[in-house]
C-alpha cells in the first residue's frame, strides 16, 4: 500500500472515531509516517476535497492545524451542492469522484450513477472537439443531477 493510501485511510479512520471532524498536526502526521508534509498536502487537496465530500481548514506555522469534516446535508441540499461546484467545465475523473460520493451518500442508486455515467464518457464524448468536451460534460453532468433532484424531493 501507497503512503498516501495509508495516510488517507489514518484520516478516514480518525474521523469515524470522532463522529466526522478531526484536528490534526501537519508535522505530526508526517512524523508519524515518516513522509515530508508536502505528502500531507497531497493526500489532502487529491483525497479530502468537497467533491469528495469533506471541508479541510488548515493554519500553517509552529501552532498550526488541519481540521477536517466530512460534510453531512441533506440529499436534496448535497445534490444542490454537487452541481453548484460543477461549475462550467469537468473532467471525467472529478465527475466520476462526484458520482461515486453520491452514490455512497445514498443520493443516487448504482444505476442512476451508471446512466449518467455513460452519458458523461469519454466514449459518448469521443466526437466533440478536445476543448469543448468538459464544457460540455459539465452542462449534461448538471442537467442529470437536477432531474434527479426534482425526484428527491
Same mark, same amino acid.
Given at each position: 500500500?501507497?503512503?498516501?493510501?495509508?495516510?488517507?485511510?489514518?484520516?478516514?479512520?480518525?474521523?469515524?472515531?470522532?463522529?466526522?471532524?478531526?484536528?490534526?498536526?501537519?508535522?505530526?502526521?508526517?512524523?508519524?509516517?515518516?513522509?515530508?508534509?508536502?505528502?500531507?498536502?497531497?493526500?489532502?487537496?487529491?483525497?479530502?476535497?468537497?467533491?469528495?465530500?469533506?471541508?479541510?481548514?488548515?493554519?500553517?506555522?509552529?501552532?498550526?492545524?488541519?481540521?477536517?469534516?466530512?460534510?453531512?446535508?441533506?440529499?436534496?441540499?448535497?445534490?444542490?451542492?454537487?452541481?453548484? %461546484? /460543477?461549475?462550467?467545465?469537468?473532467? +471525467?475523473?472529478? *465527475?466520476?469522484?462526484?458520482?461515486?460520493?453520491?452514490?455512497? !451518500? @445514498?443520493?443516487?442508486?448504482?444505476?442512476?450513477? %451508471? /446512466?449518467?455515467?455513460?452519458?458523461? +464518457?469519454?466514449? *459518448?464524448?469521443?466526437?466533440?472537439?478536445?476543448?469543448?468536451? !468538459? @464544457?460540455?460534460?459539465?452542462?449534461?453532468?448538471?442537467?442529470?443531477?437536477?432531474?434527479?433532484?426534482?425526484?428527491?424531493?
Amino acid at each position: 500500500m501507497r503512503i498516501s493510501d495509508l495516510i488517507a485511510r489514518h484520516i478516514e479512520e480518525e474521523l469515524e472515531r470522532r463522529k466526522g471532524s478531526v484536528q490534526l498536526s501537519r508535522s505530526e502526521l508526517a512524523e508519524h509516517f515518516n513522509c515530508v508534509p508536502s505528502q500531507i498536502n497531497y493526500v489532502l487537496t487529491t483525497r479530502f476535497t468537497p467533491e469528495h465530500g469533506y471541508t479541510v481548514d488548515s493554519r500553517r506555522g509552529g501552532g498550526g492545524y488541519i481540521r477536517i469534516t466530512r460534510v453531512s446535508m441533506d440529499r436534496v441540499l448535497l445534490m444542490m451542492h454537487v452541481i453548484n %461546484a /460543477i461549475g462550467t467545465s469537468i473532467d +471525467s475523473q472529478t *465527475a466520476t469522484a462526484f458520482l461515486k460520493n453520491l452514490t455512497s !451518500d @445514498g443520493v443516487i442508486d448504482l444505476r442512476t450513477a %451508471a /446512466i449518467i455515467h455513460a452519458a458523461i +464518457s469519454e466514449a *459518448a464524448l469521443h466526437a466533440v472537439p478536445r476543448e469543448a468536451k !468538459d @464544457g460540455l460534460r459539465a452542462s449534461i453532468f448538471k442537467q442529470c443531477l437536477l432531474v434527479c433532484a426534482q425526484n428527491l424531493g
